[in-house]
């Protein structure tokens, strides 16, 4: 039987959990189901990309603090799905959980499901609070680590089966495109370097500190390499780190040799993997690592840390390993992987572990769950004139 299912994630941009939504949106519509990506749209410009399935914007109020944001973002998800009716509603993040778990308080809907990508250490008791409600309140819970789902398991009681990641290996690929060969020049990227390639922005949790003193130590001995750290559109405030990350370029005369370029269009990200000699990604804390799929699915060679979720879905040979509270690993890795030979390695094996990733899976992974929500009692009906999906 065929679904109508409203995937809602709580922005527009590439971040983790958007990403996720997107593809899993485009799966479940290949695989015959009738999926919708729904989402806050501040600029109203729509989504990162343009997903194959149908996509609805609420429009949305710019914000600057952060509580007033979340509680702004939950009411106007729920004021606009409270008009909507799907067979099956999920949530990718606490925002659009907390505006479902709001209409099953309003009686609107019976219940939603909510997958947990992972959990911010947050000390405003509000926000603390909203995350904390935006999964227990979930009919159906899902994770993309068995980390999480042992983290939810042990700390909050809470029962949520793994259902992975993908990566699109059309989109991600290691054959040349044309935006290749223009990337450099359109993002000021030196012409003559060899690119290690960062992804998320600056950020505490992407350790992106301990990256740049490994890179500046590289730099000592290697002169041809140039940092470019793309991403990192965020809600979450990173600026005092930011202004670390900044005082330590200064400081160390490097400004020349890293580029910060901030949120990039998704057309370029595999121009991006293509054109770096590695992804660095030395994280302190991930949900899975979307990032690393996708640049091994570009023969690009990825360094990751040796913790979980990385260790849960990659093998030893699948990558390159580092300890990231150690930036000395994490520098022997780097100049590994700067070898020619290792760069001929990951341009067979990366598409190949990549292939074991595979969005249609991750999708057939929810189906027993939706299935379940759809066959719960009706709530009340929409009013009349609601848009009808099913």
């Not at 993002?187 to 500190?209: C, D, F, M, W």
Request: hydrophobic share 40%.
């Amino acid at each position: 039987m065929s679904l109508s299912i409203g995937i809602l994630t709580h922005s527009t941009n590439p971040r983790g959990g958007v990403v996720h939504g997107m593809a899993l949106a485009e799966a479940l519509c290949e695989a015959g189901h009738h999926a919708t990506l729904i989402a806050p749209d501040v600029e109203g410009s729509g989504f990162f990309r343009t997903p194959l399935c149908i996509t609805h914007s609420i429009p949305a109020a710019r914000e600057t603090d952060l509580p007033t944001l979340v509680e702004r973002r939950i009411g106007e998800i729920r004021d606009a799905v409270r008009s909507l009716h799907f067979d099956v509603l999920h949530a990718q993040d606490p925002i659009s959980a907390n505006a479902l778990a709001d209409l099953m308080d309003e009686g609107r809907i019976s219940g939603f499901a909510r997958t947990v990508h992972h959990l911010d250490p947050l000390t405003h008791p509000v926000l603390a609070a909203r995350q904390e409600r935006g999964f227990k309140a979930a009919t159906e819970l899902f994770t993309v680590s068995t980390l999480w789902a042992d983290i939810l398991r042990n700390t909050h009681g809470c029962h949520a089966p793994v259902v992975g990641n993908g990566v699109d290996p059309v989109r991600f690929s290691p054959v040349p495109h044309g935006r290749d060969a223009t990337l450099r020049a359109r993002y000021h990227l030196p012409a003559s370097r060899r690119l290690i390639l960062s992804v998320g922005g600056v950020e505490q949790r992407k350790n992106t500190l301990s990256l740049l003193e490994s890179f500046l130590s590289l730099h000592r001995e290697q002169i041809d390499v140039h940092l470019v750290i793309i991403g990192g559109a965020s809600l979450l405030d990173h600026s005092a780190y930011r202004t670390r990350f900044d005082a330590c370029l200064r400081e160390r005369g490097a400004s020349d040799h890293v580029t910060v370029t901030g949120p990039v269009v998704d057309e370029d990200m595999p121009a991006f993997y293509r054109q770096a000699d590695v992804l660095a990604y030395p994280s302190l804390s991930e949900g899975f690592g979307l990032c690393p799929l996708e640049a091994l699915a570009c023969g690009t060679p990825v360094i990751v840390p040796e913790i979980a979720p990385f260790t849960e879905h990659l093998e030893e040979p699948d990558a390159l390993w580092c300890h990231p509270d150690r930036p000395d690993t994490l520098l022997r890795t780097l100049r590994h992987a700067l070898n020619v030979k290792t760069r001929d390695r990951f341009q067979n094996s990366g598409p190949a572990t990549a292939r074991r990733f595979d969005w249609r899976n991750v999708a057939s992974r929810h189906l027993t769950a939706y299935r379940r929500l759809a066959a719960l009692p009706r709530a009340s009906s929409p009013p009349s004139g609601a848009l009808n999906h099913a």
